[in-house]
């Protein structure tokens, strides 16, 4: 069972908390709708939901296949991405060429079964999301270096900068896969307490929409159907959002936070658009990523993109 335990107080509206589903799913059965509806508003409105028992989504010979992979001291440093669209995985290099068959197999077969259940798990997103890339984590994230705006022990709301979403919500599914150890994340604020407040204190939605001159061309592009060649203003603001919660050492060190634990074999779901978070510790988990379109969410008034518009007075989408 997750344990929550505070490092500073962070409970209350505002945060995001975390909500134990204790049944166990069988992958071919669905939840009762309202029950669905449900968990659903929970994720939009940037709470956890947490599956103190995975459902069966890999089996236990490919688990121990990933756990026993030794992985090039050249790649040691990187998550192994599927894109299932492609059918394809990236983040191995050329001595580990020859697993690549294999890790396939085996990403194609969890990215698949993520979906499956989740289809039956929340039913308002079914057949109407888009199957973004999987991972597979083998890095211990305790003291894993990397560059500023690449770290993620730092609190941070998820924007990719090469798949903007345009407005579509990040829903993550993770899957924690070590025999032994649980990960370790931090929350704090959820973006519908912290973004405004950030929107308006930098002026950063200002200056990421520009003057009423860029603006019009923008909307005359849209209507004309043209590409505007940038990327979309909600995504611009997400992306500086992202980066500028990285920057700021103090927020980082004095924000209130709760500490949440991810045993062996449980699994979370969560809108990382919405729910600020870090990752202290942990190595080997499983994790597929859904973006769901504006039109499946059940609570549309929580979505940032939403909660930016509001502000802005503009639509922020392509
Ligand atoms: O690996 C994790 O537990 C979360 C890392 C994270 O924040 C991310 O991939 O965006
Ligand atoms: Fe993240």
């Known amino acids: 069972m997750a344990a929550p335990t505070t490092a500073l107080p ?6 995001s908390h975390l ?7 069988p992958l071919d059965a669905s939840l009762p709708l309202q029950r669905s509806l449900d968990y659903c508003a929970e994720l939009e409105a940037g709470h956890i939901i947490f599956l103190p028992s995975s459902p069966d ?3 236990q010979e490919d688990r121990d296949l990933l756990l026993g992979r030794r992985q090039s001291s050249s790649a040691i440093h990187k998550n ?4 299932p669209a492609e059918d394809r995985i990236t ?3 050329a001595s580990e060429a020859r697993e690549t068959d294999e890790l396939r197999r085996i ?8 979906a499956e259940f989740l289809s039956r798990f929340l039913i308002p997103y079914a057949g109407k999301w888009k199957l973004d890339y999987a991972s597979y984590r083998p890095i211990e994230e305790k003291g894993r270096s990397a560059r500023v705006h690449a770290r993620n022990d730092l609190l941070h709301f998820d924007s990719f900068p090469t798949r903007p979403t345009n407005g579509a919500r990040i829903l993550r599914f993770f899957v924690n896969i070590n025999p032994t150890e649980s990960r370790i994340w931090l929350t704090s604020q959820t973006f519908e307490a912290f973004g405004p407040r950030f929107a308006l204190a930098g002026n950063l939605l200002a200056s990421v929409g520009g003057n009423s001159v860029t603006r019009g061309l923008r909307q005359a592009a849209r209507t004309l159907k043209l590409p505007f060649g940038r990327r979309p203003l909600y995504d611009e603001f997400m992306h500086r959002c992202h980066n500028a919660m990285k920057e700021d050492a103090a927020f980082q060190d004095q924000a209130p936070k709760s500490r949440w634990e991810f045993p062996p074999n449980s699994a979370w779901m ?4 919405c729910v600020s978070h870090a990752v202290l510790s942990g190595q080997y988990a499983l994790e597929q990523t859904f973006m769901i379109p504006q039109s499946a969410l059940v609570k549309r008034e929580k979505s940032p993109l939403r909660i930016l518009q509001k502000i802005a007075g503009y639509p922020l989408t392509l």
């Open 80 to 83: 192994i991405a599927y894109r």
């Open 91 to 93: 983040g191995l290099d």
């Open 19 to 25: 909500l134990a589903v204790e049944d166990s799913f």
């Open 57 to 59: 989504l890999i089996s």
């Open 10 to 15: 962070a409970s209350g509206s505002g945060f």
């Open 107 to 114: 990403m194609r077969g969890f990215s698949q079964h993520s």
């Open 270 to 273: 969560v809108f990382t658009d």
